[in-house]
């Protein structure tokens, strides 16, 4: 038989194969890797928050890798850098998904990020895990969001700060970075508030630009419109201006007992560059801290500790979790889960796969996917910021909460899917 023979032959024999259903890897675990993309802001305001956020897919991705990868595979981390840039988040999402041809994304803080980042995944049916609590108002196939929807951070926080136990407050600020995040959530906290009789008279609204600094203002106005009557403030600022709003407060003398403020983007990472004793009693909501207690997250925080003291992370010298870690953490592992139950890195067998996933998470609940809506069943903290940086809970609910994504406050959203729509 001459070459020509040969060459049909063998084709012959791999079409027979295929017809035959031997299994088909995708081009993202073809080779002796799977490719894992990791789009956190390295650089710009948001990395004070996203860059420790990469170093959780890291060692992620040393820890599966040593009980021995996914599918008998290492994963290998494409990292990039989309430096704050909303445009670019975009751009380096296309480059993952059709230059490094990774099998999933784990990435973004800020919804204007991941609403940049969006469109893409779903023209090139790629899988993005968004780690970050959200203002909800969206489902995707594309899309598997571990952090918080709004009730599951911003209405349980309200439900008690109006609380006796929370101070019984009468008055609200709501005080944001200007982007999606903050002006739908407080457009949601507002319709919320009307339902439990609170004026327009009674609730302040403003907004600051990324990277603000100068808070003097803000917080003496902050100040005033509490001696109406018992205020709080919620606040939804993000990356690096939190630590001059932080110090604002100390100069201030705004103490927690007169004015309490409940922050949605303010865990113990952005507290570390902060004088914390005058903000002693202040809150923040969220479904992880790090002070809780048990095995888990014994566990949890001993390997972080040891991963950044190996690799020299700033901040080695005292490792801080906090809840976008821990919802990374949970992300990648039910990844993992999800692909190992499908036999394979295809996105749309992954995403049926993920549905109704468990995984024991470092706040000690054990965190299961929702059979339909992409978003975690996750329990709710609310803690005090204690001298130390560190945060002491003093409310929690009772188990688990299933997200509703889809806010009952806002007008029409009883009509509204409860399941991504499969395109």
């Not at 021995?68 to 494409?78: A, I, N, Y």
């Not at 327009?200 to 600094?213: A, N, R």
């Amino acid at each position: 038989m001459n070459r020509r023979g040969n060459l049909k032959l063998l084709t012959a024999s791999i079409a027979l194969g295929l017809g035959l259903g031997l299994p088909q890897l995708s081009s993202a675990q073809s080779g002796g890797t799977i490719k894992v993309g990791v789009l956190h802001s390295l650089s710009g305001t948001m990395a004070i928050s996203e860059t420790v956020l990469k170093d959780t897919v890291l060692m992620a991705i040393d820890d599966i890798n040593a009980k021995g990868g996914v599918l008998g595979k290492k994963l290998e981390p494409v990292v990039v850098d989309p430096a704050s840039n909303w445009p670019l988040f975009a751009e380096k999402t296309r480059q993952l998904l059709t230059q490094d041809k990774v099998a999933v994304i784990f990435g973004c803080w800020t919804s204007v990020s991941r609403k940049s980042v969006l469109p893409v995944v779903e023209e090139l049916n790629g899988l993005l895990f968004y780690p970050v609590q959200y203002e909800g108002e969206e489902l995707s196939k594309n899309v598997f969001y571990t952090g918080a929807a709004p009730n599951q951070q911003a209405i349980p926080a309200v439900d008690y700060l109006m609380s006796k136990d929370g101070g019984g407050a009468k008055r609200w600020v709501l005080l944001g970075t200007d982007y999606v995040y903050p002006r739908t959530t407080n457009k949601i906290l507002r319709a919320y508030l009307h339902t439990k009789g609170v004026k327009d008279s009674d609730i302040d609204e403003k907004y600051t630009p990324f990277g603000h600094s100068d808070y003097q203002t803000i917080v003496a106005d902050i100040k005033k419109f509490s001696a109406g009557g018992k205020t709080a403030v919620v606040s939804t600022i993000n990356g690096d201006s939190n630590v001059p709003f932080y110090k604002e407060l100390g100069n201030a003398g705004l103490k927690a007992k007169d004015v309490p403020v409940v922050a949605f983007s303010v865990g113990e990472e952005e507290l570390r560059g902060v004088d914390t004793k005058p903000l002693v009693g202040h809150l923040a909501a969220w479904n992880y801290f790090m002070s809780l207690k048990n095995p888990t997250n014994d566990a949890f925080k001993k390997e972080w500790a040891t991963y950044a003291k190996a690799h020299n992370l700033p901040g080695a010298d005292k490792p801080l979790t906090n809840d976008p870690m821990e919802a990374t953490w949970i992300g990648i592992h039910m990844w993992k889960q999800a692909v190992e139950k499908a036999k394979s890195t295809d996105t749309d067998k992954v995403i049926a796969a993920m549905a109704g996933q468990k995984f024991t998470a470092p706040s000690g609940i054990m965190s299961e996917m929702d059979m339909k809506n992409h978003h975690l069943h996750k329990s709710v903290f609310i803690g005090e910021i204690k001298a130390d940086g560190q945060f002491n809970v003093v409310w929690k609910t009772p188990g688990p909460v299933k997200a509703k994504p889809w806010s009952p406050y806002i007008e029409g959203n009883d009509k509204k899917p409860d399941e991504p729509a499969k395109k």
